[in-house]
Nanobody, 122 residues
Framework: QVQLVESGGGLVQVGGSLRLSCAAS????????MAWFRQAPGKEREFVAL????????HYADAVKGRFAISRDNAKNTVYLQMNSLKPEDTAIYYC???????????????WGQGTQVTVSP
């Protein structure tokens, strides 16, 4: 079992920045791919970014490319999402997730955090 806890969400103005963190505990020795997803009200959960255990493979959704950056510190069992140039359409609950499979389908992710709210005001 892996427990994931997100932090760092909040209210920010358009064009601002936030850094989300996701701290893992439990079976953190397993080499999970970590990902961020988000879900806006009335919408399905969507992929944002993923990073493999080694960091050698990183993928972003087209909507966030060039603005968001995912990283991880395996010594701290933490994954980060740096979000810059935020837009109102980035408003959502952001979730981190862990999987042995490196793809953007949320059904392949075994462990999820509780989510952190990000609100971008116009």
């Amino acid at each position: 079992q892996v427990q994931l806890v997100e932090s760092g969400g909040g209210l920010v103005q358009v064009g601002g920045s936030l850094r989300l963190s996701c701290a893992a505990s439990g079976r953190t020795s397993n080499r999970y791919t970590m990902a961020w997803f988000r879900q806006a009200p009335g919408k399905e959960r969507e992929f944002v970014a993923l990073i493999t255990w080694s960091g050698a493979t990183i993928h972003y959704a087209d909507a966030v490319k060039g603005r968001f950056a995912i990283s991880r510190d395996n010594a701290k069992n933490t994954v980060y999402l740096q979000m810059n140039s935020l837009k109102p359409e980035d408003t959502a609950i952001y979730y981190c997730a862990a999987s042995y499979i490196s793809n953007d389908d949320p059904r392949n992710y075994d462990y999820w955090g509780q989510g952190t709210q990000v609100t971008v005001s116009p």
